[in-house]
């Protein structure tokens, strides 16, 4: 724990290099030299931010998608790379702790991957989303039982990470809580407005406005900081993501990145739907006492003789070796 209670914190709200990956790292390089220079010591980026969430892959085909995905896999990042490191040595000189959303490589599979590093550059917890949503499971794999672990210890508290509709799974938010989380990183892409019902049929829990409230309602439920990082989308990089002429992603926009406290006030002004920045406010851990005095879900506030929650730790392996 840090020796202060008081600790700076940012949320990413920016556009992916799309489908570039040594230009994706320079743009997050960038973005923590930035932070650090308004010194923010825990920073989060949004869902699969290296290279950019492919969001063609629900308004069209797959058939329809097959350039873009096949450049995709081509562009997501390994944990044990040279831009995996170039992150790491930007981290350490940052003196920062980040939560870093990347789409990840391994062999010839993809997941969607949050990397957890340390002021001194160390990976120091890597998890995966544990189910990709929906037409998402067409690109990434599924993460096993270490990416239940959802929160580190740091200098600057229990730090804690999910990406996207994680924030929906009340089994998962609640064994985070059972970690201890104080600061969590929400993970997000953009989102975007309800689009027109005369032109398409939409759900409103995808959209921006829903996910921002699934983020608000963790805060007070998890009585946690967070900090909701999300991607945008602009005119101009349309029809290099197969978006051209649907009628659900508005450009520019998306974004809906905020901070919130443990009762769920947010901490800090909203940015345009459309534009760039890191939403930053400074907290005290302390401050988290107060709402759990109210509502400590896995303490005071439970009851778990009649409700508790079963964990499997077991991380199934593809290949075991018989012994003999």
Same mark, same amino acid.
């Given at each position: 724990?840090?020796?202060?209670?008081?600790?700076?914190? %940012?949320?990413? +709200? *920016? /556009?992916?290099?799309?489908?570039?990956? #040594?230009?994706?790292?320079? &743009?997050?390089? !960038? @973005?923590?030299?930035?932070?650090?220079?308004?010194?923010?010591?825990?920073?989060?980026?949004?869902?699969?931010?290296?290279?950019?969430?492919?969001?063609?892959?629900?308004?069209?085909?797959?058939?329809?998608?097959?350039?873009?995905?096949?450049?995709?896999?081509?562009?997501?990042?390994?944990?044990?790379?040279?831009?995996?490191?170039?992150?790491?040595?930007?981290?350490?000189?940052?003196?920062?702790?980040?939560?870093?959303?990347?789409?990840?490589?391994?062999?010839?599979?993809?997941?969607?991957?949050?990397?957890?590093?340390?002021?001194?550059?160390?990976?120091?917890?890597?998890?995966?989303?544990?189910?990709?949503?929906?037409?998402?499971?067409?690109?990434? %794999?599924?993460? +096993? *039982? /270490?990416?239940?672990?959802?929160?580190? #210890?740091?200098?600057?508290? &229990?730090?804690? !990470? @999910?990406?996207?509709?994680?924030?929906?799974?009340?089994?998962?938010?609640?064994?985070?809580?059972?970690?201890?989380?104080?600061?969590?990183?929400?993970?997000?892409?953009?989102?975007?407005?309800?689009?027109?019902?005369?032109?398409?049929?939409?759900?409103?829990?995808?959209?921006?406005?829903?996910?921002?409230?699934?983020?608000?309602?963790?805060?007070?439920?998890?009585?946690?900081?967070?900090?909701?990082?999300?991607?945008?989308?602009?005119?101009?990089?349309?029809?290099?993501?197969?978006?051209?002429?649907?009628?659900?992603?508005?450009?520019?926009?998306?974004?809906?990145?905020?901070?919130?406290?443990?009762?769920?006030?947010?901490?800090?002004?909203?940015?345009?739907?459309?534009?760039?920045?890191?939403?930053?406010?400074?907290?005290?851990?302390?401050?988290?006492?107060?709402?759990?005095?109210?509502?400590?879900?896995?303490?005071?506030?439970?009851?778990?003789?009649?409700?508790?929650?079963?964990?499997?730790?077991?991380?199934?392996?593809?290949?075991?070796?018989?012994?003999?």
């Amino acid at each position: 724990m840090a020796s202060s209670n008081t600790v700076r914190v %940012g949320a990413v +709200q *920016a /556009e992916p290099v799309w489908l570039d990956l #040594d230009g994706s790292v320079n &743009k997050t390089v !960038g @973005l923590i030299e930035k932070a650090a220079s308004d010194g923010v010591q825990v920073l989060g980026f949004p869902e699969v931010w290296i290279p950019g969430y492919p969001w063609s892959m629900w308004t069209s085909a797959v058939i329809n998608n097959t350039h873009i995905i096949h450049e995709y896999m081509a562009n997501s990042m390994s944990r044990d790379s040279e831009q995996m490191r170039r992150i790491q040595v930007a981290v350490q000189k940052a003196k920062m702790f980040v939560v870093l959303g990347f789409s990840e490589r391994e062999g010839a599979s993809l997941y969607m991957a949050q990397s957890f590093i340390s002021p001194p550059g160390e990976i120091v917890h890597h998890r995966r989303k544990i189910k990709p949503t929906h037409v998402e499971r067409t690109i990434w %794999g599924e993460g +096993q *039982a /270490e990416s239940l672990k959802c929160v580190v #210890d740091s200098p600057f508290g &229990k730090i804690g !990470g @999910l990406n996207c509709w994680e924030h929906l799974q009340p089994l998962l938010r609640y064994y985070e809580y059972s970690q201890g989380v104080q600061i969590h990183v929400a993970s997000w892409p953009a989102e975007f407005e309800m689009p027109d019902p005369a032109k398409i049929s939409w759900l409103y829990h995808e959209t921006g406005e829903a996910s921002y409230r699934a983020s608000q309602f963790m805060a007070i439920e998890g009585q946690c900081f967070v900090l909701v990082a999300t991607q945008i989308l602009t005119e101009e990089n349309l029809d290099k993501n197969n978006l051209t002429g649907n009628p659900v992603t508005k450009t520019p926009g998306g974004g809906f990145s905020m901070i919130f406290g443990p009762d769920g006030k947010p901490l800090c002004e909203p940015i345009d739907a459309g534009a760039e920045g890191i939403l930053t406010a400074n907290v005290n851990l302390r401050d988290i006492d107060y709402p759990k005095a109210f509502i400590d879900v896995v303490g005071h506030y439970a009851r778990p003789d009649l409700l508790s929650l079963l964990v499997n730790p077991s991380v199934d392996k593809h290949v075991t070796m018989m012994e003999k």
